[in-house]
């Protein structure tokens, strides 16, 4: 926990409010906003001091990006060219020599010096909703606890408290969600990158709005507050003064992509995925720990190659670009970009030119936050159907997630019922991921 | 000659015999329904394959199914009416108060302003309309809190508010993937029905833990459904839901706090073996699929060692609880029964008078809906290992509706019949606000709760049970009239309302409009402690900046605002109009004085008056059960 929570849960305390558990990490969003907004009894000085906080440990943060469906891993990073299995798709050189990917990635070819590969990730999960939750949590479903999804155990793990944005952002879809690590928590979801978040614009001129708030403020004293409601006023107040702090923060600037030059939009590529991937970048540097951006029609069940050729047109670029800016901003050093899916693509190509799903043997791309780059982790047969080396399970993968955003996997967190849970269960990060 | 469909389909079959039997992966398993096509090479395979299976099934037909004799006795409920009265249950309560805490005083008795809120929202989910508010204000009758309480109890809206309730608990740890299977629709339209009949607790639970047939109709199937008849998934949830004992963490490991064993988990599993999942229709053309859970012809359950996970250890069925505590008395019982057999059994078990924990959770957790604390928080986590506050409360209430033979009815007549329950709220700002069942204790609406009351205040069209739910589920209609109020609550207004769209395709209630998108925002699961329900990001935003609201407080000539203002005869009665309509309360002196001098410094009346409608909507006690 660090200091600035302590400080103000004391505060709290002496506010009264004794045994309402994880308050301040419920309502999510940080406490700088209470002290300013006068709700809870914090000096100037300590908040000059929650001010100074940092935004985050480490100043660590990843961007997911997720290819909803299952990618194929041959027409991705593991070409089997000239094989029955392999397919139409052809592979291409990279700038790392002895390193070939599918053809249509040119782009990510150019950058592959950054980017280290795993073709050995295996798994037994083929249902997508099944392995979606395994691919962001660590663990299988079940019906009495709901897993966290790791990028909000990340940020429970990272964040400061002192910051408007939220900890956590979808992009371009909801992703799974925080589970018992409770609603402040929750992935932020901005559907549109495009636009602003849903309902972050006030209706009325920002001078009215906050007249508003005012006026809810003071009839909130005057009467619940009096007659029994303390407890939950306070709450209410706690969250509608982190909300109201939020989408009146400066910080919200982190949302306007037209703020950045026609050629970077260009480079990133004028669609949903590829500005999602922009306004990654823009809200990592902001501040935010977490980022998904989904990319969505990766179930390929006919016209694989024509399919993953179409989605690689969008994908490619986003994704090289991403790292070359981040690169370009200081930031790749401490921003790991994870490219994955739920599972991969049978390497038999089915009857309607198709392939359908694989967890056996398929690939990851990871990029940034102390990976190493230019290298390839593990290997599949020839026939593409099974890992011949170095086998990476899904707990390893979430394991080395972790030690790149330096948090440990081991370490376990109460569920409401008391129950230790660790934040990935088992595994062992790849340590030849890392410089 | 058969179509190929026919000829595929025993293929198919087969390849889904040969999935669930291991002998193929996860790949195919998944594929066994999206109809593959098979070169005849294969398809020959398959065939080959098949006639073993067939084979196989033939043998084990020859010798299966004797139905198994149960020797075990089960008790038949008896029903000895319960004597037990709302003053009884009151001195159980104060007994308790003057035990633990001699110096505080309880809470006053609320006024009828108070408790007619209170009333409404707690029997039938909603706040009083003007009309029903005024009504029960000018009753002199002494009877008439009791006879409200009645009248609620049949009112249809008590028995959708509770199957809601119910709905939810189970919902919120479905885990089913294929969440478009469970239709949630058809389980809230039969629990409804079962409590307008006050079906008995334990009968309406039988039937959910036993339940088989079709998923399109009203019925119990979607329980099983919502964990797609898993029985490890189903074990851990009969248990929190009904006995409000979490074995399940003694699935993996003996438990860690508690004295549960891992073999007992997987014996208690055992029970459940053998149900699943069929699709019946595949659906199409704006129809849902339909989905159905049967028995297998037998049920067989295993656990793996710990030691050699690839080693399966067959588990007999046998429950893990007496009245006596945690030691299973019963023995084990044979491992041939039938899936029904075992589904019945296990109902027996967990509903059986011989069984206090059925009674207990239930009364637990009616009580902490109703009185925002409970004798054993969180409320799914109680049981022989577990200490109650003030069991000389819960432990008698519980007896005597075990023994009533679990009428719902009577448990809400007596419970909202006391002092305990009519008591003012207070909060921890007050010293005695920290006494356990000295006061009310005020708690967060549900989702659906709050909907309707957003419904009442902005005047929005309801969508009562001959409206748009009914139309809902009978499917979109060809020739939609124009001008049909239903057509308020499709895919442009959920989104116009600032609500969110389903996550994905057969995410809950197709469509379920308005009501449904609230609920994406703004459902919580009941099981959670009512600290852990502070309201999230995105629903504060929705309701600041939402289009719904923001559209609905306008002033301008024929909302209803714009109404009120022009018809009542000054600000201080619209301001009265407001209060009751949102609040269902008049304002105090001190909000009459904020509101007037707020309406002086903004010098615009409407725009004064939309500013004070807003934030009434967004307050704290528009949102809170008090």
Known sequence: MSADRELVQVAMSGEGIIGRRHFLRRIGLGAAGLAASGALPVSFTDWMALQAAEIRKNHRACILLWMSGGPSQIETFDPKPGTEHGGETKAIATSVPGISIAEGWVQTAKVMNEITLIRSMTNKEGNHQRATYQLHTGYVPSATIKHPNLGCSVANELNGSQFDLPHIVSIGGSTIGAGFLGAALEPFLVQNPEKPPENTEPRVPVGRFRRRLKLLDHLESAGFEKVGGYDRVQDHRALYSQTSKMILSPQMRAFNLSEESEAIRSAYGKNAFGQGCLLARRLVQAGVTFVEVRSGGWDTHQQSHEKVGKLASTVDPAFATLIGDLKAHGMLDSTLVVWMGEFGRTPKINPNAGRDHFPRAFNVALAGGGVKGGHVIGRTTPDAMDVMDRPVVVPDLLASICHSLKIDPNKEVMTPVGRPIKVVDGGKPVKELFV | ?626
Request: glycine share 8%.
């Open chain 2, 1 to 626: 000659m058969r179509n190929r469909d026919d000829r595929l389909r025993p293929a198919i079959l087969g390849m889904a015999v040969l999935a669930v039997a291991g002998l193929i992966g996860p790949v195919a398993a998944s594929r066994a329904g999206e109809k593959p096509e098979l070169s005849p090479k294969e398809a020959a395979e398959l065939f080959q394959a098949l006639q073993q299976v067939r084979q196989a099934v033939a043998a084990d037909q020859k010798q299966a199914p004797k139905p198994v004799e149960v020797k075990v006795q089960r008790p038949a409920k008896t029903v000895t009416r319960p004597t037990m009265t709302p003053s009884e249950l009151d001195r159980l309560v104060s007994q308790y108060l003057t035990k633990n805490d001699p110096k505080v005083a309880p809470a006053p008795i609320t006024t009828d302003v108070e408790f007619v809120r209170r009333a409404y929202f707690d029997l039938i989910g909603q706040p009083p309309t003007v009309e029903q508010f005024i009504g029960f204000l000018r009753d002199r009758s002494p009877e008439k809190r009791a006879r409200l309480i009645d009248r609620l109890l049949a009112d249809p809206g008590w028995s959708r508010n509770w199957a809601r309730y119910w709905r939810d608990v189970i919902k919120f740890h479905a885990t089913n993937e294929n969440y478009g299977q469970i239709r949630f629709d058809m389980l809230e339209e039969w629990l409804g029905g079962q409590l307008k009949a006050n079906r008995p607790w334990d009968e309406i639970v039988r039937a959910m833990i036993t339940a088989t047939g079709r998923n399109d109709e009203p019925g119990p199937v979607p329980f099983p459904l919502a964990y797609a008849a898993q029985p490890v998934e189903m074990a851990g949830e009969v248990s929190r839901i009904f006995l409000g004992v979490q074995i399940q963490c003694a699935q993996c490991h003996d438990h860690k706090t508690d004295s549960w064993k891992r073999e007992q988990f997987h014996e208690f599993a055992a029970f459940f073996a053998g149900g699943q999942v069929r699709r019946l229709d595949k659906g199409g053309m704006g129809k849902p699929a339909v989905f159905s859970i049967e028995p297998r012809r037998r049920a067989q359950y295993t656990m793996p060692d710990m030691k050699t996970p690839t080693k399966q250890i067959p588990m007999p069925p046998r429950f893990f609880l007496t009245a006596a505590g945690s030691k299973a008395a019963d023995p084990a019982l044979p491992v041939d029964l039938s899936p029904d057999q075992r589904r019945e059994l296990v109902a027996s078990y967990i509903t059986g008078q011989d069984n206090p924990w059925f009674a207990r959770a239930f009364v637990n957790r009616t009580w902490y809906a109703l009185m925002g604390e409970a004798f054993y928080e969180p409320i799914d986590d109680m049981g022989p290992e577990r200490t109650a506050r003030a069991s000389e409360v819960l432990f008698p209430l519980a007896d005597q509706w075990q023994r009533g033979g679990y009428d719902i009815r009577w448990l809400y007549r007596t419970i909202l019949n006391t002092q305990a329950y009519q008591r003012r709220v207070r909060s921890t700002a007050n010293s005695a606000g920290r006494t356990a069942f000295a006061a009310g204790c005020p708690s967060r609406l549900r989702s659906d709760q709050i909907f309707t009351s957003l419904q009442q205040a902005l005047g929005l069209p309801s969508d009562d049970d001959d409206g748009a739910s009914l139309a809902d589920r009978q499917g979109p209609k060809s020739n939609e009239k124009k001008g049909d109020p239903k057509k308020a609550s499709g895919k442009k207004a959920v989104a116009a309302a600032g609500l969110p769209a389903p996550a994905k395709k057969g995410a809950g209630p197709r469509r379920g409009g308005l009501r449904a998108a609230f609920d994406r925002l703004f459902g919580v699961d009941p099981s959670l402690s009512n600290d852990e329900i502070l309201g999230t990001i995105p629903q504060a935003l929705f309701m600041m900046n939402g289009q719904l609201i923001n559209n609905r407080v306008s002033a301008r000539s024929g909302t209803l605002l714009g109404q009120i203002l022009a018809t009542s005869p000054n600000d201080r009665a619209a301001l009265e109009v407001l209060y009751l309509r949102i609040l269902s309360r008049q304002p105090t002196a001190r909000e009459v004085e904020v509101c007037g001098r707020y309406i002086q410094t903004v010098g615009d009346r409407s725009e004064a008056f939309e500013d004070i409608y807003w934030s009434l909507i967004n307050s704290t006690e528009f949102a809170t059960r008090r």
